[in-house]
């Protein structure tokens, strides 16, 4: 069911649509495709940055059709519309990532200091390989060298609300995606 297309108020900001819930499925199934056939043989695990993630999570592993395990791990790096600069390891990883193929699920790649920050932590626990996998990439603004090997769409650099991307905590729920207007 395709959900009302209305602009929405968060906070003193005023969204407009963007993306409709059919779009972004559009754009998950073809993810989980390329995820399916990078995979194939093997037991991937899936590791949910949250909270932005989730629900990009849950609706790519509805179409992931090899073996695979998920955790979930909780950084952050933004104040507001804008990247802090920083990033903070809040939740840690429990399992053992040895010799695994870990799939790093993130809503959105900008800057790319959050997947930085993952690839030095995952490292050193020797993986077999790290790959990301997000819906949204702004190549415009991403800053690091790390390849982005899964990616749903690409868009501006605009502030973008929905389907799991937050305003100071509200609008995650929204099943579509909205831009700030300007």
Known sequence: MESQRTSVTLH?????????EAHIQEAVVR??????????????????????SFMFTSDLLKHIQVPCEV???????????????????????????AGRHVVVVEDIVDTGLTIEHLFNLL???QPASIEVATLLFKPKAYQRSRPIKFVGLEVGNEFLVGYGLDYNGRGRNLPDLYIVNS
């Open 12 to 20: 003193d900001k005023t969204f407009r649509p963007f993306l409709s």
């Open 123 to 125: 490292e050193p626990m």
């Open 31 to 52: 993810v989980a495709q390329h995820v399916n056939q990078h995979y194939f043989g093997q037991v991937p695990l899936f590791l949910s940055v949250l909270n932005g």
């Open 71 to 97: 955790s979930f791990v909780k950084m952050a790096s933004y104040h507001g519309t804008s990247s802090s600069g920083q990033v903070k390891h809040l939740i840690g990883l429990d399992e053992a990532i």
